[in-house]
Structures are given as structure tokens and as C-alpha cells.
């Protein structure tokens, strides 16, 4: 047995497909569904509520807080049965949320303790800067032990510089 619908559609139209075997009668079967009959009204304003995704519905600058933004949709209250007709557009709204350490991984040379969300630094490099070599050039990090994860949007709040030096190119013979 399978259950269809097109996948992005905004059909009202479902396709149930089935194997029958009936004493010794084999046979697909298919139905089709249309549910458009049973929302006989178009939504208005106060079929929709305001949704915040990712959200644990505490109160706190952080809830709904996912990669440094917030996202807000536009959606259907669980009770409303309306169309909303092939039209609609979802309307989302994107808010940055203020930087905290959860929108930084740990640099080289540091980890996070277990329960913790600040970084420390590995005891055998405390107070010394890290040298890399990348693509021929010596490079220099200077760290306070934060790197901010890429694609995280958050702006303000919590920050700490990460400063690359290149010190020298190697050359190659």
C-alpha cells in the first residue's frame, strides 16, 4: 500500500494505490482523494498565529535561537479549516539574535569542560601562541580560545578577537 501526494504541491488531491489478492485474484488498485469539498471557506487574518521555530517556549533572549537568528513563520492555527489557495505565500521573518559562546566552537588548543560553555586552554600550551603551516606560509594564532562557527548569523553580544599573523613563507627547493 502507498500513500501519495505531490511534495511541495499545494494540491488538495491524495492517490492511495494497494495490492489486492482476493482467492487467487490479483490486482492493483488505486483511489484517489480530493479533500478540497471540505474546506469550503478562504482563511482570513484570524486563522493564522505567529510561530517561532525553535522554540522551547521559555522566556529568554535565546529561545528560538538556532545559528545566531531567529525565524518567526506565519502559520495555520490547529483549529482553523480553510484553503488558503494556491497563492499563498509563507511569510517568515528572520531576527539576529546577540552572540553568546554557544555560537563559537573551541579554537586549537582549547576545550570545553563537560556541563560548560566556556573555552579552556589544553595545560601543555598555556600562554604560548600556536605556529601552522598553510600553503607554504608560517603562520601565527593568536587566540583567546573562540571561534565563531561558520554560518552562524548572531550579531553583538559576546566576541573575542582571533588574530592570524603570517610570519614567514617557506620556500620550497
Known sequence: TLFRSEPGTKSTVIVIWGYWYNSGLQMWMSYTVDFADLQTR??????????????????????????GYKETF?????????????????????????????????DFGYYRSENSSD????SGLIGHDIEFC???????LKT??????????????????????????????
Open 74 to 106: 506565519r502559520r495555520l492555527k490547529q483549529s482553523s479549516v480553510c484553503r488558503n489557495g494556491k497563492d499563498y505565500v509563507v511569510s517568515i521573518e528572520q531576527q539576529p539574535c546577540l552572540c553568546t559562546k554557544e555560537d563559537f566552537f573551541c
Open 119 to 122: 573555552c579552556v586552554e589544553e
Open 42 to 67: 478562504d482563511c482570513d487574518e484570524s486563522d493564522y498565529i505567529q510561530w517561532l521555530a525553535h522554540s522551547t517556549n521559555e522566556e529568554n533572549e535565546k529561545n528560538g535561537c538556532l545559528l
Open 144 to 173: 583567546k580560545g573562540y571561534r565563531k562557527i561558520p554560518g552562524d548569523k548572531c550579531e553583538g553580544g559576546f566576541f573575542e578577537e582571533r588574530v592570524e599573523e603570517i610570519m614567514a613563507r617557506s620556500e620550497e627547493h
Open 134 to 140: 598553510i600553503q607554504g606560509y608560517e603562520e601565527l
